[in-house]
């Protein structure tokens, strides 16, 4: 793929060290990352027959930075885009930090940005019912859904061959779920196609903790919901944690970015 960022800047990182303060999670996929290696097993990224042009959904820059650069380092990959519609994220402050530190880090690597519509009461009206479902039931289905269906129509109306989700790439998630809510979504359209892979492999689970500590990523505490804020300040309150801070220079728990 050709980009205006150099391709030193999207070069695949093959095993700098991680600082001392790196989390639990990435320095065990780091030590997981290095015996691969040493058995000479990595594993490479192609994507689906007949793709050239990709429309990523983000929901954030820190779950979109390895995403980006694997895809944009493809020689079979023509074009990128990221595509950012995500009316979950409430409150409105904590939608604009995301959505800002993503353009930002998109604008950095050379790749396009698109900042869709801030649907907010579109999103609660399909959330009705589903207010106190738990993590990764019936609600989050919904909301996958609708975002990966507003990606998908936007996707065929510009030439798109493929859509992809950077929800996948999240430890927290459901990957199957979210990959069914990719998959429906492409099949509204003749010839779309969504791009499936082990996005939380060793090897991105590394670098996207590297871009993370690199580029100082706002570190966010919560899923980006109001329920699943609620429901996180709930689970401190009764564990005597502090609740969740939005924006500013210090979190309510750990520190501030990564």
Request: net charge negative.
């Amino acid at each position: 793929m050709t980009s205006s960022s150099s391709t030193t800047a999207l070069s695949y990182n093959d095993g700098a060290p991680l600082p001392s303060s790196a989390p639990d999670w990435a320095v065990a996929a780091s030590e997981r990352l290095r015996q691969k290696r040493a058995n000479n097993t990595n594993t490479s990224i192609t994507p689906p027959k007949d793709v050239e042009r990709v429309l990523l959904h983000s929901c954030c820059a820190p779950c979109s930075g390895a995403m980006v650069e694997e895809m944009c380092d493809s020689p079979l990959i023509q074009k990128v885009v990221v595509f950012f519609y995500n009316p979950n994220i409430h409150p409105r402050k904590e939608y604009e930090i995301r959505k800002e530190e993503n353009k930002d880090f998109c604008r950095t690597i050379g790749v396009e940005f698109v900042d869709c519509d801030y649907e907010v009461k579109e999103w609660y009206e399909r959330m009705k019912g589903m207010e106190y479902d738990a993590e990764r039931g019936r609600r989050c289905t919904e909301c996958f859904d609708m975002r990966m269906e507003v990606t998908a129509a936007y996707a065929d109306d510009h030439g798109f061959d493929a859509i992809a989700t950077t929800n996948a790439t999240s430890r927290w998630k459901d990957v199957n779920q979210v990959d069914e809510s990719g998959y429906r979504a492409a099949a509204r359209y003749e010839n779309m196609k969504y791009w499936a892979h082990d996005w939380q492999s060793d090897e991105m689970t590394v670098r996207k903790y590297q871009i993370s500590a690199s580029e100082r990523f706002y570190k966010q505490e919560y899923c980006g919901c109001s329920y699943s804020l609620r429901d996180s300040n709930e689970w401190r309150r009764a564990n005597g944690i502090p609740k969740i801070e939005i924006g500013g220079d210090t979190a309510g728990l750990g520190d501030r970015d990564f």
